[in-house]
């Protein structure tokens, strides 16, 4: 348990000796998972990096979900599209969702390492088009698992589209939900995107939901 990775910031609520004894206690890393952390903790823009926490909630569900069909809105360099698909049965499938090619094309290699880049559908557009062109598909209601992790002033966008895909019973996750405390006086695009989604969410009907302080905040719904 001692080589495994450990945090690049401190955890909201919980001190750094803590952190590192839940990781080093309760997290399962792949080798390829091992090397795409130390590859993109030092990048210059490693925040966006999914979480080891965030990582082995993920595989929790996959795995108590039975799921096949997830989506993942905002792959970086690729880290939780690598979780979720060595969480994956054979034939499951996570559909990324990204607007460049220069963080993904890092990631292809840590799939490839894995033995799990067969199940990675990488679709570099906008994700707004990819879920609608899901939804044209006749997709509604197939999704198992879907991870938001891209642009905040589009979340609300990235809800509503996935509250079509996402099957009963299903689960949507939004990271960076506290927006580094920020969400507290928005006075900012990002911030206040985040904000009002926020109180969306608490109002809304169609859903249930729960935020984990773990992160930066993570959200996770499901349908009423």
Request: proline share 3%; charged share 25%; aromatic share 10%.
């Amino acid at each position: 348990m001692s080589n495994l990775p450990v945090a690049y910031d401190v955890k909201t609520g919980v001190t750094e000796e803590m952190y590192k004894y839940m990781i080093q206690h309760s997290v399962h890393l792949h080798p390829a998972q091992k090397d795409l952390y130390e590859f993109t903790k030092n990048h210059d823009r490693a925040i966006m990096m999914t979480a080891l926490d965030q990582c082995s909630l993920f595989t929790f569900f996959v795995k108590i979900l039975n799921a096949k069909n997830t989506i993942d809105v905002g792959v970086f360099t690729g880290l939780s599209s690598l979780t979720v698909a060595l969480a994956l049965p054979e034939d499951g499938k996570v559909i990324g969702c990204d607007v460049s090619t220069e963080y993904t094309d890092h990631a292809r290699k840590y799939w490839k390492q894995a033995g799990v880049d067969h199940k990675i559908d990488l679709r570099i557009r906008p994700a707004t088009e990819t879920l609608q062109e899901l939804i044209n598909q006749g997709k509604e209601g197939t999704f198992d698992f879907v991870f938001i992790d891209a642009d905040k002033p589009n979340y609300d966008a990235y809800y509503e589209l996935s509250l079509k895909l996402i099957r009963k019973g299903g689960i949507i996750a939004f990271d960076n939900v506290f927006f580094h405390g920020d969400v507290l006086k928005p006075t900012e695009p990002q911030a206040q995107a985040i904000d009002t989604l926020n109180k969306k969410l608490l109002t809304d009907k169609r859903v249930v939901i729960t935020t984990l302080a773990i992160a930066d905040g993570l959200t996770l719904v499901t349908k009423a």
